[in-house]
Structures are given as structure tokens and as C-alpha cells.
Antibody
Framework: EVQLLESGGGLVQPGGSLRLSCAAS????????MTWVRQAPGKGLEWVSS????????YDADFVKGRITISRDNSKNTLYLQMNSLRVEDTAVYYC???????????????WGQGTLLTVSS | SYELTQPPSVSVSPGQTASITCFGD??????AFWYQQRPGQSPVLVIY???KRPSGLPERFSGSNSGNTATLTISGTQAMDEADYYC?????????FGGGTKLTVL
């Protein structure tokens, strides 16, 4: 059974930093691209970043602008999202999702974690 | 930037057919994907590559994509289908989600 377990969310002040993690199990993690999607309270889904199975290629939403970095450690079956210079508008539930394929581009997201809530507030 | 437009809400009676549309410029030239999100839950993939159903998904879910419009169709709608539905596509290197449609089963 595919399982994705996000962690690392919490309350952070504006301008602060945080790293989210997503522990994967139940599939060959190194064989699939992975993605982060966020959802602000009461709002729709917003793509953040995707990374290929090897980690060599990453794809970021325009709003990331160097503040947010996706990475993965295939030896630990874990996906990460490093978030710096956090803003109030970054407040959201952050989901990690497994891609259907390895490239990180063009496929659907067939499994999702339960999400972790990040609140940016002073 | 590329945009996908969905109606904010759709209502359907139990047992009837619900259609949820997603509009985007030349969307038919891309693959469309659909996700269901029940209240308080994570999204679930219900249609990929325009019209394919993931294993285990009820046959009452179907999809189509042509021209500028992708459509998610739910036949014989049940109360458990009440949820938010999001379309999604890739535009070059970017993932785009529609704004979501709240399906109400009256």
C-alpha cells in the first residue's frame, strides 16, 4: 500500500524558514517523480514544485522564485521542501504527491499524503 | 500564464448525470486530469490522460477532452460523490489546476 506521510509544518513568523518532509513507503520511491501541491484555507489546489525520480530535474511554479527548493533522498525514501523568506500568503496545507511516471513532467498525481499545515503569522 | 476555468458549482439529483467542465486554450492538445476532494480529505485522482480511470475507481466516472474543453461526467451520481473536483493540465514545464467545482448532490 502506497503511503505518503508529510511532516514539518507548524507556525512560523514572516521571513522565517522551514523544511517539510514526506516519508514514502509501499512503492519503489526512486522510480517515480514526486510533487508538492498546496492549498490555502478555503481555497483551491496550487502546484508548488515537482522533481524527477533521480532528482536531476526540478520544475517550479513561478511564485517560488528561488525561495522554495524541492529535493529528495532516494536512500531514505523521503521528499523535502525547503522554504525560506516565508510570507503570510504561504499559509496552506502542503501535500506531497506521487507522480505516475519518473520524469516529473506531464503525468498525473496518483497518490497524495494527508498534508501538513504551515501557518505563517506574527 | 495558462489558465483553466471551471464553474464554481454544479448541482445534480441522485441517480442523474453530472457534467463538470474545464476550459483552457487548446486544452484538447494537452492531457487533462481530474481529482476529487471530499471535505477534510486529500485529493484523489479520478481521471488521467483525458479519459482513463485509475484501478478501482467506479465506472460511473468518465472523461473527455476536445477543443478547448475537458469534461468530467459522473453517471448515476451518488451522495458519496458530493465533493470538490479539480481539473489539471501541464503547460510546458508548469502544472496548472482549475479553480475547482463544488458538486452538490441534492
Amino acid at each position: 500500500e502506497v503511503q505518503l506521510l508529510e511532516s514539518g509544518g507548524g507556525l512560523v513568523q514572516p521571513g522565517g524558514s522551514l523544511r517539510l518532509s514526506c516519508a514514502a513507503s509501499g512503492f519503489t520511491f526512486s522510480g517515480y517523480a514526486m510533487t508538492w501541491v498546496r492549498q490555502a484555507p478555503g481555497k483551491g489546489l496550487e502546484w508548488v514544485s515537482s522533481i524527477s525520480s533521480s532528482g536531476e530535474k526540478t520544475y517550479d511554479a513561478d511564485f517560488v522564485k528561488g525561495r522554495i527548493t524541492i529535493s529528495r533522498d532516494n536512500s531514505k525514501n523521503t521528499l523535502y521542501l525547503q522554504m525560506n523568506s516565508l510570507r503570510v500568503e504561504d499559509t496552506a496545507v502542503y501535500y506531497c504527491a506521487k507522480d505516475q511516471h519518473s520524469s516529473g513532467r506531464g503525468s498525473a498525481f496518483d497518490y497524495w499524503g494527508q498534508g501538513t499545515l504551515l501557518t505563517v503569522s506574527s | 500564464s495558462y489558465e483553466l476555468t471551471q464553474p464554481p458549482s454544479v448541482s445534480v439529483s441522485p441517480g442523474q448525470t453530472a457534467s463538470i467542465t474545464c476550459f483552457g486554450d487548446e486544452l484538447g492538445d494537452k492531457y487533462a486530469f481530474w481529482y476529487q476532494q471530499r471535505p477534510g480529505q486529500s485529493p484523489v485522482l479520478v481521471i488521467y490522460q483525458d479519459n482513463k480511470r485509475p484501478s478501482g475507481l467506479p465506472e460511473r466516472f468518465s472523461g473527455s477532452n476536445s477543443g478547448n474543453t475537458a469534461t468530467l461526467t459522473i453517471s448515476g451520481t451518488q451522495a458519496m460523490d458530493e465533493a470538490d473536483y479539480y481539473c489539471q493540465a501541464w503547460d510546458s514545464r508548469n502544472v496548472v489546476f482549475g479553480g475547482g467545482t463544488k458538486l452538490t448532490v441534492l
